[in-house]
């Protein structure tokens, strides 16, 4: 059976002075309703371009190369814009990182919200300007009465980051992205935000697609996982199995580096030597080699494949340690 959401071999181009670089490649994963799956990396590695991929946000220089991205059966690429329009903010809602992209700032919040609702609650004036207080009240906004009638600019960003979560949970979507939701707001506000999205959540059943680099609020929030290097998935499992036995390098480096409650002051925290590669010079082989551990010459020149653990039936890793290898708990500390 079909799931809600389904995501296959996904590759995402960008036109560039120098030519075609390639940004997401083959990325494979599905999601159903209530379900919330977590993407992480650092910056550069992809989460946001295949998040934008899905909402065809690409801009002029993007395009999907290849794949498919299948809402309850519809392949989204093949639609016109027109068609994608009503897709978005109806059936599929997005917190941006950064508030301004997605506000107007002539029309005051008190506007922009009342014509949302309205258009997609069919709810009338005073009914969507009652439920667009109550949002904003939702998501720990003061004087929500009185900031309706403000302008998006006379916001703080935490604000107007507030302000957009509200718009697109106010609307229940069916699926919800969110790209670095919490990233600008301090942990009180954080955490209530979170709270909201898994009330969305059980209440409507919801699908999140969460694009996080702090695996606090993954450990929280989702499912199951990918984490993503360099534009590929290099390991795929869920959320317990992530944090309890991690087989790819990489993502041994991301939870190395979460600071711990015994963690002493004196103790430099591990970071992971390097940065992502860029997409023009992306290095052959491996593309984690240049910065892994246990690299050898092998890594510098073959490809690994995403391939399952043995003896699992969910869990998957891109790593040439792990090809036709029994795979252990511990076999790379
Ligand atoms: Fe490291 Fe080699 Fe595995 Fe790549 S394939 S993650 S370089 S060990």
New binding site residues.
């Given amino acids: 059976m079909e799931s809600f959401l389904e995501v296959d071999r996904l590759q995402t181009a960008f036109k560039t002075d120098k030519g075609e670089v390639i940004s997401v490649e083959e990325v494979t994963f599905s999601l159903e309703p209530g379900e919330t799956i977590g993407i992480v990396g650092e910056s550069g590695c992809g989460k946001s371009v295949t998040s934008l991929s899905i909402m065809r946000l690409l801009g002029k220089q993007g395009y999907i190369k290849q794949g498919a991205v299948k809402l309850n059966g519809t392949d989204l690429t093949k639609l016109t814009e027109a068609e994608m329009r009503s897709i978005r903010g109806n059936e599929i809602s997005m917190i941006f990182q950064e508030p301004m992209t997605s506000l107007n700032p002539v029309f005051t919040i008190g506007n922009q919200m009342t014509e949302l609702i309205r258009l997609h609650m069919k709810m009338n004036q005073k009914q969507a300007k009652s439920y667009a207080i109550e949002m904003l009240k939702k998501v720990g906004i003061p004087r929500a009465e009185a900031i309706i009638n403000e302008y998006p600019h006379a916001l703080s960003g935490g604000m107007r980051q507030r302000v957009m979560i509200a718009m697109a949970l106010s609307c229940k979507p069916k699926l919800l992205i969110a790209d670095e939701p919490t990233t600008a707001l301090d942990v009180t506000i954080q955490a209530q935000i979170l709270e909201l999205m898994k009330k969305l959540r059980e209440e409507s059943e919801t699908a999140i697609m969460l694009i996080t680099h702090d695996l606090g609020v993954i450990a929280e929030m989702a499912d199951k996982v990918l984490v993503m290097y360099a534009g590929e998935v290099?390991e795929e499992t869920d959320v317990f199995t992530l944090f309890d036995d991690p087989k790819?390098?990489?993502t041994k480096g991301l939870i190395d580096s979460i600071p711990h409650l015994e963690y002493e002051s004196s103790n430099r925290l591990y970071s992971i030597p390097g940065t992502v590669p860029t997409l023009q010079h992306m290095p052959k082989?491996?593309?984690?080699?240049t910065?892994?551990?246990?690299?050898?010459e092998?890594?510098?020149k073959?490809k690994?494949q995403l391939l399952l653990v043995d003896g699992q039936d969910h869990h998957k890793v891109?790593?040439?340690?792990?090809e036709g290898m029994d795979v252990r708990k511990g076999v790379?500390v």
Avoid: W
């Fill in positions: 290099v790819h390098p990489y082989g491996c593309r984690f080699h910065r892994c551990p246990h690299a050898t092998k890594c510098t073959e690994p891109r790593c040439l340690l792990y790379l």
